[in-house]
């Protein structure tokens, strides 16, 4: 795998070498569209980097371009793809597999040594709380519509959301987001506001959300709860 790195890396360097020959300016159609097609496909082949060829690549793309001989008859190539297709299937599924045992354990792991700290509460579900401000107004039920500013962080304080990034609070019913929360808004007044620290099966659990939630992943939310609708 790192000899084939190189190999892109090396590639690379030639087609930017050649960019920079040509001024590194795309100015007629053809050269745009061109740009673009090669930026797309690069994107879709991006993951697959460590596993390809990228000589045998491009004059695969070449060959088919120019209709020259090819290496492989069109059944051969269906097939090889078909193998591909599964080879990179069952490492997907072994990494992502491996993540969700990392994201456990050191969930686990910082829930533990969380637990110990002052001012945190752990309920019987396993989630945790920190009080940073108890606020002075109603507490609402699962029935409730509430509007919140909020922020979402990973343990290695990687930001997934923010409300307070995007500038204005949300409003949602307490039993339409993950359990955790829902548990925690209930425990709240207006005006109050709270450190979460949310275990994985009170949160997206295996599943995971979007492309920075990953499996099994605990979760911190700062929760600033404004009003009850």
Not at 184 to 206: S, T
Request: hydrophobic share 40%; net charge negative.
């Amino acid at each position: 795998m790192t000899g084939q790195r190189a190999l892109v890396g090396l590639m690379l360097s030639v087609l930017a070498a050649a960019s920079c020959a040509r001024g590194g300016k795309l100015t007629s159609t053809t050269e745009k569209a061109s740009y673009a097609i090669g930026l797309d496909v690069g994107a879709s082949l991006q993951r697959f980097q460590d596993e390809l060829d990228l000589p045998l690549l491009i004059q695969g793309l070449t060959d088919q371009l120019n209709d020259r001989e090819k290496l492989l008859t069109p059944e051969e190539a269906n097939a090889v793809l078909q193998e591909f297709a599964t080879l990179m299937q069952q490492q997907s599924i072994e990494e992502r597999d491996g993540l969700m045992e990392k994201n456990m354990v050191e969930g686990q792991a910082f829930l533990a040594e969380n637990s110990t700290k002052s001012g945190v509460v752990t309920t019987e579900s396993g989630l945790q709380y920190l009080m940073l401000t108890e606020g002075d107004g109603a507490t609402p039920v699962a029935t409730d519509q509430v509007t919140v500013h909020y922020r979402g962080t990973l343990l290695d304080d990687t930001v997934f959301d923010s409300s307070y990034d995007r500038g204005e609070p949300v409003t949602f019913p307490v039993n339409g987001v993950i359990p955790g929360w829902t548990e925690a808004l209930q425990l709240m007044k207006v005006g109050g506001k709270y450190r979460l620290f949310i275990p994985a099966d009170l949160a997206y659990g295996e599943q995971g959300a979007g492309a920075d939630i990953g499996p099994n992943a605990t979760l911190i939310f700062e929760v600033e709860l404004l009003a009850i609708q």
